[in-house]
């Protein structure tokens, strides 16, 4: 079946520091990979996304690659900022309807 | 830019009642997805609806139904609400034609006491 790994929080930084949050996938088929965001009292906000192998999804300083031979999407940011401080969800779809998430991990930026 | 909106932010419910959380989205989505968030757990789904009075069931749908007359609403039931239902619960959509990507609401937290 198709599962989402990434790595437990809580991650706990100062501003200006580097980020990052690591996932790893199993999937039938070749899938699209996401990463969302979760600021406090919200909903979920897609963040940036990869359609395939070695495409680069980014915003708002965030990056992360598709990489299909360590089957791997790691988060990436090179100054976190204190409003950066939310919970991040890797996520899947092969090509049905449904996400498959992570458990998601939980970033704080201290000032 | 796609509004997922959801009818509450907070809902305190006693146990035994029936309880309606609606969803709409204004994109003209295909599919319509109800989850639960839970501390620990992550997102679980509990139904999901690719086109208008056709559901399907997730991974957690005991002690819950749904509902979709039109396209644009989606409504989660439970139908006598217990303790073990307090969550967080989330509604999101997506476009039958995209890479799978899914637009959320902000949230219902509701309370079951």
């Known amino acids: 079946g198709n599962s989402v790994t990434q790595m437990e929080g809580p991650v706990t930084l100062s501003e200006e520091a580097f980020l990052t949050i690591n996932c790893t996938y199993t999937a039938t088929g070749y899938p699209s990979l996401f990463w969302y965001v979760q600021y406090p009292g919200e909903g979920l906000q897609l963040l940036l996304k990869a359609t395939k192998a070695d495409d680069k999804g980014s915003n708002k300083g965030f990056e992360a690659t598709y990489r299909k031979e360590t089957t791997s999407f790691h988060l990436e940011k090179g100054s976190v900022q204190v409003s950066d401080s939310a919970v991040y969800f890797c996520a899947l779809n092969v090509g049905n309807y449904k996400l498959t998430f992570g458990k998601g991990t939980l970033l704080t930026v201290n000032p | 830019d796609v509004k997922v909106t959801q009818s509450s932010r907070y809902l305190v419910k006693r146990t035994g009642e029936k309880v309606f959380l609606e969803c709409v989205q204004d994109m003209d989505h295909e599919n319509m997805f109800w989850y639960r968030q839970d501390p620990g757990l992550g997102l679980r789904l509990i139904y999901f609806?690719?086109?208008?009075?056709?559901?399907e069931k997730g991974d957690i749908p005991e002690g819950y139904s749904v509902s979709r007359e039109k396209k644009e609403r989606f409504s989660l039931i439970l139908e006598s609400a217990s303790t073990n239902q307090t969550s967080m619960y989330l509604c999101a959509s997506s476009s039958g034609q995209g890479e799978g990507e899914q637009y959320f609401g902000p949230g219902t937290r509701l309370t079951v006491t």
């Open positions: 609806s690719y086109d208008v009075k056709m559901k």
